[in-house]
């Protein structure tokens, strides 16, 4: 069994955690979503860090993660990316966690609060989705034919850096520089990674566990998502027993990079409440 103090660095190292904020105070521990990493929460960060205690990591395959610490067998399901965040809380000892997930990032920190509930105030999804595939027969509306994911898959497997120019477009909106830092951000994570990572989220149905989250559950969703459309975010609303909607008047499927100020504005008077 390794000691404590190894685990503590272990995962500190494999999961690039940065601690920012005052040690004393409330405790936000920012999730990324696909093809990002922490770098994602910057300017978000630079309007809480002076009141909280933010905690920002970079899953494994991502950023500045350990790469040799990837395994088909743990991250070839989302519950090896629920652990990756389970076990940066523990290794920090956190309690009494506002936990913020962007995008797949939402369903993740569901798992983790369904698995772990007790260390947890909060939940925030920002532009989240539990299932991306539209469902005719049941009237669901995710916002995609399968058609239209399998050749996002296929253009991956054969364009990658094609494939990221477009989906940096879609994801960004109207912000040039959020496009940009998309893109590089895509470009540096390892093709293999990203492209198991894509099929997860993009194939991903968690409506069924949706009513099992008791958390205090923000949904944060721009009006104009070309991920996550309107229908998803009040779908989740109807679902989610404590949910609470904040329907932003934006483009995109980031605004935590194109508004961070509109962002910690709705997450601080979420907290608050």
């Not at 002076?50 to 990591?57: D, E, G, M, P």
């Not at 995609?144 to 364009?159: A, G, T």
């Not at 940096?168 to 990572?197: K, M, V």
């Not at 991903?204 to 070309?226: K, N, Y």
Request: proline content about 6%; aromatic content about 10%; some cysteine.
């Amino acid at each position: 069994m390794r000691e404590p103090i190894t685990f503590i660095m272990d995962i500190i190292t494999r999961n690039f955690v940065n601690l920012e904020g005052p040690e004393d105070g409330p405790v936000v521990l920012l999730a990324h979503g696909l093809g990002c990493d922490q770098r994602f929460w910057r300017p978000l960060a630079a309007r809480l860090s002076s009141r909280y205690r933010l905690v920002l990591f970079d899953y494994v395959g991502s950023g500045n993660s350990r790469r040799e610490a990837y395994s088909n067998s743990r991250y070839g399901h989302l519950d090896g990316y629920r652990d990756d965040l389970l076990e940066v809380r523990q290794a920090l000892g956190l309690t009494r966690v506002h936990l913020v997930g962007h995008s797949i990032s939402s369903m993740i920190g569901m798992l983790a609060i369904l698995k772990e509930p007790e260390p947890f105030l909060s939940l925030t999804m920002v532009a989240p989705s539990p299932r991306f595939l539209n469902e005719p027969e049941t009237g669901y509306v995710g916002g995609f034919e399968k058609s239209e994911i399998d050749d996002y898959l296929d253009v991956m497997d054969r364009n990658f850096i094609g494939w990221a120019t477009a989906f940096a477009q879609l994801a960004a909106g109207p912000d040039a520089q959020a496009e940009r830092d998309l893109y590089e951000s895509f470009c540096s994570t390892d093709p293999r990674t990203i492209r198991t990572f894509a099929e997860l989220a993009l194939y991903v149905d968690l409506r069924h566990r949706l009513p099992e989250l008791m958390a205090e559950t923000l949904i944060l969703q721009c009006h104009r998502d070309p991920l996550a459309p309107l229908t998803v975010g009040k779908y989740l609303c109807e679902q989610i027993p404590k949910a609470h909607y904040a329907e932003l008047d934006l483009s995109g499927h980031c605004p935590q990079v194109t508004h961070p100020d509109l962002v910690a504005a709705r997450l601080e008077q979420f907290w608050q409440t």
